[in-house]
């Protein structure tokens, strides 16, 4: 066979076939959201966002009481919990569960849903302050029986808001937009 | 053949107005070159990485295919989010993300510090002054500021131990109340040393102790703290007395080798800088006349500056008190200065023109005069200071009883007692004879004579190597205490709670004391709530005890109103000092012994952000060189860095040298407290010059004939004086008095600048700062602050030494003038936050850039360390880091990390950011309170720990902002305004207000 003949049947299909499956691969595995969406690990006690949130409709801030305050809006305290739930279901194993951590005064890890990397200095003050529901970021909570990440939390999110905030900012609202700045994220 | 090239001639040398160094003050090549130069020739070397291991292409690419696929595995894994741990119980105050503020105190020597302790999620990580506290403001010292790394101390003891093995702390009560309670059967002495007694409550203890066992003996020992003071109140007051200057009462202030402006003393600093900070060339200010041997801080704020040899200070004071009495003003009875010829002592190089200046000054000031003498001074120099005082009635100054401190003298007695064995049992608290006192072997073989030995501290130390009983105490910040200063009380409350297996000093004293039989409260906080309930808490007041003392605690002091009367003056004993002065020589070369600025008296040689911080004059860290004056150091053939043996008395030492502009001829100054031996960051830094020390309680720090020799070969300096050198005109700007009059008629008007690129648009705020060279005395509280806040690396000696320090914020010192006696210039350097930086249009990733609110933003994340913006810095104050200083630090280290800042690894460029989290955070507030920004509401961490409030930040856009008031002002400039790149921060110049020839005075 011809050296060009190889080249041309063989070689060259092959490695741009290579080529482009490589590049698909790539682009696949690292595509912002392909893991960070629908993430719902396990957790330490069954919560349900749906039952509380929803169906019984408490407040967000109930609970993350330090969104409105803090940087992060926090997770409560077993000690919340237990504010009613020293009366109420304490037939069900995952509130006995509860219990018995809390009176052992040892923490319930959680398993982290919704997480942002180190270099960028997110703050929930001024987001929830403004109007900004807390579904805009974190999805529908209050129909999830188990707390599943609807964002991909990429920069490109907070940019998208930012630039244009009018699809998640209360309609009255005088905010025009965001801060696009390096330094407003990141320190 | 070889063409010979004849050598150019040279430029006659011009020596530049300001200089930093000797070479650059002689334009050497070396010196220029260095100015041009982005990093220090070693800053770039890549030598100390590990060399390259047998390694071929082939396998590096397969390792890193390998590596690829594992990469691609481990980011697959969805558990990677870790956890959230939440509180079980939250307590109440701490909102996780907010930062609560505690008023506490902390002690140094007899000085309590008020302050505010930053805890984050119940971990101190930053301290201010209190605010609320009338002197301080709100201000506090670099040490202070840095004890914090104290408590996260790695080394730290962390449970009681007793002949190498850990103990319980029960066991431990029970030998130590078993050994106190043989001596008092036995009715030998117990001898108990502790550092000084501030605490009036720690004081009530002590004599609960002694009652309840008689043979109890007490010595306060602060070994750095100046026995010639003490001895010198004594012979005039017959008590110790504590010197508070009152400077914004001051017109003339006269310092005879005193640094009271060092940064220990932020109320002094704040009255200084309050009183140089002119708008107007007519306004009042003060005069500043330093005689000293070393140059000091304070010295180099000096208005007139004589370097005097430190043996002939008292005899200089005798002959001012002489001329002042000429002119009028009246002896104290019982004075007599007969024996005191008039005009300037034999020795002394002061022209008489200069003396009769100073003398004028003082002789008009009167009252608004003040004389103030260093603790290293002999105690002859400090009874003529307080005669001085005394003549002139000054009212700048309040002298307090103090408690009694034992002097060299005490501890060479008791150590004598043990060596005799006279003592049942030694206690030491919080003190380290073995390695502070002169004759430390002695001092050991001495307690080695004693049956039991308990030793009280936060790490072991050359005295813990000594004891059998080693109790680990508590760090201030995990302590209760009280400090009553005059009229005020100041408490100390724990910020958090005990982090190891350890207890309060008091604490074990007040278990010995129950050991002992005696009734007292369960804990220190008990006992201090007691008596604070007695003492205190005013009868017959409207509000519950409980309330009183928790609005104390959360105010952090109270204010008692209970003054004590000021000590009489007696003159019995003068002519005898003056006679004494008058004969005092101090021989072909003497020393004087200083505390050293990061280590004081050693304690704080484990210290990594105070070791790192240059020494305000000398800007050597890590180390104590020997300064030498430049005359002497020819005469002697040494140069910066050279090896030299310093003897004293058959001591010696050897140490490098390090020539000092402004060191008077025939002086060499050794700081103390280097040289330990314990310590993972103390151990092997320096050199110990406590045995150098003089058992005279006169003068200890004094020592005269003294030798120095070249000892052949040199030592690599970790003195960042010569480094960052920038290279443009008028860097700094010093005026006279009557020079900042003909500016402020006329002012120089630089040639407009020209600019290729767009304005920049600030729509909201354009933050901003002036420094004010003329308030800023170079007390480096700024350094410490922002290292704090910012979470800056320490690198260690060899780092700095290559020029690798990561300070956001520097303190330059320029030079003016002789070298015998220099002017000085202290200008802190930060990044200037340009609106045409150069630094960002040279970043290939746009790492760094500008944001609309006038800040020149980097990006860490972004950063892949190009250092091509560090090259293009006219300022030169943008860090590398070249090697990875942070991945190492695990608990407790880390804690002390401000999580509000990303910690940053190799390979990142970083720099001032005008502590931006500080701005983000201010604006988040008023957005959530619906306001707008008020002007003083953010301030960065520099101007917070400056003590004379020299930095002012502030909104730019706010025409009504004390920064945009003072940036018009008649002594604003720019540095390197001729480059163009339009900075954001404004200096002020600085201001001397030298006595002006024939006598006329602009008071």
């Known amino acids: 066979m011809h050296p060009f003949d190889r080249a041309f049947r063989f070689v060259l299909p092959v490695g741009a076939v290579a080529v482009l499956s490589t590049v698909l691969a790539v682009g696949w595995f690292t595509q912002p959201d392909r893991f960070a969406k629908g993430y719902a690990p396990e957790q330490p006690i069954p919560f349900s966002h749906q039952l509380h949130a929803g169906t019984m409709k408490m407040q967000c801030l109930y609970c993350h009481s330090g969104a409105e305050r803090s940087r992060s809006a926090g997770v409560p305290s077993a000690e919340v919990c237990m504010g009613c739930h020293k009366v109420t279901r304490t037939d069900r194993p995952a509130i006995q569960k509860l219990t018995q951590l809390y009176n052992a005064g040892k923490p319930i890890l959680w398993q982290r849903v919704h997480t942002l990397p180190d270099h960028v200095f997110f703050d929930h003050r001024p987001h929830v302050n403004a109007g900004i529901a807390c579904q805009t970021c974190h999805g529908e909570v209050q129909t999830m029986p188990v707390i599943t990440r609807e964002m991909g939390m990429r920069m490109a999110n907070c940019l998208g808001c930012h630039r244009d905030p009018h699809a998640a900012l209360p309609k009255d609202s005088k905010i025009t937009r965001g801060p696009e700045n390096c330094s407003a994220c990141h320190r | 053949m070889k063409t010979q090239i004849p050598p150019s001639p040279e430029p006659p040398v011009e020596i530049p107005r300001y200089w930093r160094t000797l070479g650059e003050r002689e334009e050497t090549p070396e010196a220029r070159k ?205 008590t110790d007395v504590e010197v508070a200057p009152r400077l914004e009462k001051a017109k003339v202030v006269l310092s005879l080798g005193a640094d009271f402006l060092s940064g220990e003393d932020p109320e002094a600093l704040a009255a200084f800088g309050a009183k140089r900070r002119l708008s107007e060339p007519g306004q009042a200010t003060n005069r500043l006349w330093v005689l000293e041997g070393p140059l000091s801080i304070t010295g180099s704020n000096a208005d007139q500056r004589f370097p005097v040899r430190p043996s002939r200070i008292a005899a200089v004071a005798f002959a001012l008190a002489k001329a002042l009495q000429s002119r009028g003003l009246g002896l104290p009875a019982g004075a007599d200065l007969s024996a005191v010829p008039a005009g300037v002592p034999q020795g002394v190089d002061i022209p008489a023109e200069a003396w009769k200046n100073l003398v004028n000054d003082l002789a008009s000031a009167r009252r608004e005069a003040l004389v103030l003498c260093g603790a290293e001074m002999s105690a002859e120099a400090h009874q003529a200071a307080h005669l001085l005082n005394a003549m002139l009635g000054s ?17 060479d007695a008791a150590m004598q007692g043990m060596a005799a064995g006279r003592y049942a049992a030694v206690l030491l608290w919080d003190v380290n004879p073995a390695y502070a006192f002169p004759r430390a072997q002695a001092w050991k073989d001495a307690l080695a004579k004693v049956p039991f030995r308990a030793w009280m501290g936060l790490a072991e130390d050359e005295t813990a190597a000594q004891c059998q009983l080693l109790l680990p105490v508590n760090h201030w910040l995990e302590s209760w205490n009280d400090f009553g200063s005059g009229e005020l009380f100041i408490l100390q409350q724990p910020a958090i709670g005990a982090l190891y297996d350890t207890r309060q000093g008091e604490d074990v004293l007040l278990a010995a004391l129950k050991g002992l039989g005696a009734a007292v409260p369960a804990d220190y906080h008990a006992y201090l709530k007691a008596r604070w309930q007695k003492e205190v808490y005013p009868a017959g007041s409207p509000v519950a005890f409980e309330r009183y003392f928790e609005v104390a605690l959360h105010d952090g002091l109270v204010k008692d109103g209970k003054a004590a009367p000021a000590p009489v003056f007696k003159g019995a004993t003068l002519a005898a000092a003056a006679k004494q002065a008058l004969a005092a020589q101090g021989g072909d070369l003497e020393l004087v012994l200083v505390p050293g600025f990061a280590t004081h008296d050693g304690r704080y040689a484990n210290n990594g952000w105070l070791m790192e911080t240059p020494d305000p004059v000398t800007k050597m860290t890590w180390d104590n060189p020997l300064l030498l004056s430049v005359a002497d150091a020819r005469r002697l053939k040494l140069n910066d860095g050279d ?331 720019k540095v390197l305004e001729e480059l163009g790149v339009k900075p954001a921060i404004t200096y002020l110049a600085d201001l001397k207000n030298p006595a002006i020839e024939g006598g006329q005075h602009e008071l």
């Open chain 2, 34 to 238: 260095a100015a041009h130069d982005e990093f220090l020739p070693g800053a770039v070397d890549v030598a100390d990485l590990p060399a390259p291991s047998e390694f071929s292409r082939r396998g590096f690419l397969g390792l890193m295919g390998g590596a690829a696929a594992l990469a691609a595995t481990v980011a697959c894994d969805r558990k990677g989010q870790g956890t959230i741990v939440p509180y079980t119980r939250r307590p109440v105050e701490v909102i996780p993300g907010v930062a609560n503020y505690y008023a506490s105190a902390r002690q140094e020597g007899r000085r309590a510090y008020s302050v505010l302790v930053k805890t984050r999620e119940g971990r101190p990580i930053h301290i201010t002054g209190n605010d609320e506290h009338p002197g301080f403001k709100g201000k506090t010292s670099p040490r202070t500021i840095a004890d914090i790394m104290g408590l996260y101390d790695a080394d730290r003891l962390r449970a009681p131990k007793a002949e190498g093995r850990p103990l319980a702390w029960a066991e431990a009560d029970s030998r130590m109340t078993a050994a106190l309670a043989g001596a008092k059967a036995a009715g030998k002495p117990v001898l108990l040393i502790t550092g000084a007694v501030a605490s009036p409550s720690r004081k009530a203890l002590f004599a609960d102790l002694k009652a309840a066992l008689p043979t109890l003996e007490h010595l306060a020992w602060e070994p750095v703290r100046g026995d010639g003071a003490a001895e010198g109140a004594r012979a005039v007051f017959g």
């Open chain 2, 395 to 411: 009212q700048a100054l309040e002298l307090r009883a103090a408690e009694p401190l034992a002097t060299v003298k005490d501890l």
């Open chain 2, 643 to 973: 090896l030299a043996t310093l003897t004293v008395d058959g001591t010696t030492l050897r140490v490098p040298v390090v020539l000092q502009p402004g060191q008077a001829k025939g002086v060499v100054t050794l700081a103390l407290g280097y040289g330990r031996t314990t310590g993972e960051m103390a151990a092997g830094k320096g050199v110990n010059a406590f045995p150098l020390m003089a058992l005279d309680p006169a003068a200890p720090n004094l020592r005269s004939g003294v030798q120095v020799a070249a000892a052949g070969g040199s030592k690599p300096l970790s003195r960042t004086q010569a480094h960052h050198r920038l290279d443009g005109r008028e860097i700094v700007q010093s005026w006279s008095l009557a020079e900042y009059a003909q500016e402020a008629r006329d002012r120089k008007k630089g040639p407009e600048l020209v600019t290729l690129y767009p304005d920049q648009e600030f729509p909201q705020h354009k933050w901003g700062m002036v420094i004010d060279l003329a308030a800023c005395v170079g007390c480096s509280g700024c350094m410490v602050g922002c290292q704090s806040e910012n979470n800056v690396a320490v690198v260690g000696p060899e780092q700095v030494t290559r020029g690798r320090e990561m300070h956001w914020i520097r303190l330059d010192s320029y030079y003016e003038g002789d070298v015998d006696n220099p002017k000085v210039v202290h200008q802190p350097m930060l990044c200037q936050h340009c609106d045409d930086a150069p630094c960002e249009n040279v970043c290939p990733v746009n790492a760094t850039n500008h944001s609309p609110e006038g800040l020149n933003q980097m990006v860490y994340n972004r950063c892949v360390g190009t250092r091509y913006c560090a090259n293009n810095c006219p300022y030169k104050v943008r860090r590398f880091n070249f090697l990875e200083y942070t991945a190492d630090k695990v608990e407790p280290e880390s804690l002390i990390y401000n999580p509000e800042v990303t910690v940053r690894p190799r390979g990142v460029m970083e720099k001032c950011t005008f502590c931006v989290q500080r701005i983000e955070d201010g604006k988040i507030r008023a957005k959530g309170e619906d306001r707008p920004l008020q002007d003083g509401e953010i301030t960065p961490a520099c101007a917070v720990s400056c003590p004379s409030d020299a930095i002012v930040f502030g909104d730019l856009k706010d025409p009504n902002s004390k920064v945009s008031q003072l940036v018009k002002a008649n002594r604003s400039f």
